[in-house]
């Protein structure tokens, strides 16, 4: 990736690469527009398979940010930034041999041994929850880590809840910088609050656009949906409602199945291949990236 190029193809305004060594913190801050004020958009955290696939997650979400803040009216501009979700046991630190920390799995089974020879863990603790509790002490340094970086922009991007993120996430980041929202008790925290209104802002998208077209009820009309998290899932009640013919997809077997058992009628589709489903509206509820243009 040749990052000068990829920033002046966006309109980028910034990229700001964030690492902590102690909590293996690896995220990119991408800000996209101050022009109608600071950048806001959420904080993800995400299992990317390269550097470069962080990066152009980070710059996709934080354009869209723009776009979504200003059709708003919201005097906000657009950003994002994505946290690597880089195993906690590749970022450890070399062991006195040389040799880098193991996997959850082979560290319980080494304790599991070390017991045997007359050396106790804990009492009352598996060898494995401490490991767990380590990961949650781990993952709470990387927020907190990431608190601080924002709070070294001076306000110029307002992070919040997206993609693999909690409430408890953010109240740490609070812990450093006043520039996030969504902690817990706030309204966007509350329960699928912002799934929800994600989706019914979808649904009013494709009601809206039926009628455009002439089509002044959803009685009938097949509407394909990708994917069957807690947006997709809850468009799919709104949909259905209204008399949607739905045609669902996910990667994950069992949500499909939820969806056909919840909404009658409802018949699946190859995830891979949804958007050349025969239906009049396709509604991408996936990952991002899904659509391309043809080259």
Aim: aromatic share 6%; hydrophobic share 40%; with cysteine.
């Amino acid at each position: 990736m040749q990052l000068w190029q990829e920033m002046e193809r966006e309109g980028m305004e910034e990229l700001i690469f964030c690492h902590d060594a102690d909590s293996g913190l690896r995220a990119v801050i991408a800000i996209h527009s101050t022009a109608l004020g600071p950048a806001l958009g959420g904080c993800r955290y995400w299992t990317y398979a390269s550097e470069e696939e962080a990066v152009r997650d980070a710059v996709k979400l934080a354009k869209g940010m723009t776009y979504k803040n200003a059709i708003s009216g919201l005097p906000y501009g657009g950003g994002k930034v994505v946290i690597w979700d880089v195993p906690f046991a590749k970022n450890a630190k070399p062991d006195e041999d040389g040799c880098g920390s193991q996997s959850g799995e082979q560290v319980a089974g080494d304790l599991g041994i070390e017991q045997q020879k007359g050396v106790a863990a804990d009492e009352g603790t598996h060898p494995q929850d401490k490991i767990l509790d380590t990961d949650v002490s781990k993952r709470a340094q990387r927020f907190h880590a990431l608190g601080r970086c924002l709070e070294r922009l001076n306000g110029r991007y307002v992070t919040g809840l997206d993609l693999g993120t909690t409430a408890t996430d953010m109240d740490q980041i609070r812990l450093e910088t006043a520039h996030v929202t969504d902690t817990t008790g706030s309204l966007g925290a509350q329960d699928d609050f912002t799934a929800e209104m994600t989706a019914y802002g979808v649904h009013i998208g494709i009601v809206t656009s039926l009628r455009q077209q002439g089509i002044a009820s959803l009685q009938g009309i097949p509407v394909a949906v990708q994917g069957l998290g807690k947006v997709g899932y809850a468009l799919c009640r709104y949909l259905h409602a209204a008399g949607a013919r739905l045609i669902v997809a996910d990667v994950v077997p069992e949500r499909v199945q939820r969806a056909l058992v919840q909404f009658s009628g409802a018949i699946s589709a190859d995830p891979a291949h949804i958007h050349a489903a025969d239906c009049k509206v396709f509604a991408p509820c996936a990952l991002g990236g899904g659509q391309q243009p043809a080259e």
